[in-house]
Antibody
């Protein structure tokens, strides 16, 4: 059975760091492109970052230089290291595979709150 | 970056009515356009991929059309569970989402 479970969310102060993790089961993360997508309170979906099957990465302009996506094939996980966090990074963060394709699958999300 | 513009922002309709949602891309995305349904507290649900293909388990009342820059999602007869926010998404050039259309009960 396919499962994607996010963890690592929580409350962090502005300027702080947080690392989100996405644990996959039922498939191997290096066989799909894996994305982080977020939804801020009262806002729409925003794609944050993606790691492609070949290992290359892409980022939204809003997080470029602050966030880093990585993949651990041995643990079958994808992570999002978030540094220099801002209030506007407050959102539910979803981990998803193959967004936009019939093989897509999403986790239930983890909440990140950036506040003093 | 390809910008996706959805209209209208809100659609107020009654159950049984037809809903027509629009998504316009700032440049051609070929047919690499998907539609998602999103309800509070749930993960987004893929309805349509590659512009016109229904995802597994999606009822026939949902249909998608278009190519290039103009796309449409049609719900032929709204069921109570269809009231939600709908997003278009492109994967032609990087990945982006539209701003969403909220379909609300009139």
């Amino acid at each position: 059975e396919v499962q994607v479970v996010e963890s690592g969310g929580g409350l962090v102060q502005p300027g702080g760091s947080l690392r989100l993790s996405c644990a996959a089961s039922g498939f191997t993360v290096n066989s799909y492109y894996m994305s982080w997508v977020r939804q801020a309170p009262g806002k729409g979906l925003e794609w944050v970052s993606v790691i492609w099957t070949g290992g290359s990465t892409s980022y939204a302009d809003s997080v470029k230089g602050r966030f880093t996506i990585s993949r651990d094939n041995s643990k079958n996980t994808v992570s999002l290291q978030m540094n220099s966090l801002r209030a506007e990074d407050t959102a539910v963060y979803y981990c998803a595979r193959d967004v936009g394709k019939p093989s897509d699958y999403w986790g239930q999300g983890t909440l990140v709150t950036v506040s003093s | 970056e390809i910008v996706l513009t959805q209209s209208p922002a809100t659609l107020s309709l009654s159950p049984g009515e037809r809903a027509t949602l629009s998504c316009r891309a700032s440049q051609s995305v070929s047919s690499y356009l998907a539609w998602y349904q999103h309800k509070p507290g749930q993960a987004p649900r893929l309805l349509i991929y590659d512009a016109s293909n229904r995802a597994t388990g999606i009822p026939a009342r949902f249909s998608g059309s278009g190519s290039g820059t103009d796309f449409t999602l049609t719900i032929s007869s709204l069921e109570p569970e269809d009231f939600a926010v709908y997003y278009c998404h492109q994967r032609s050039n990087w990945l982006t989402f539209g701003g969403g259309t909220k379909v609300e009960i009139k």
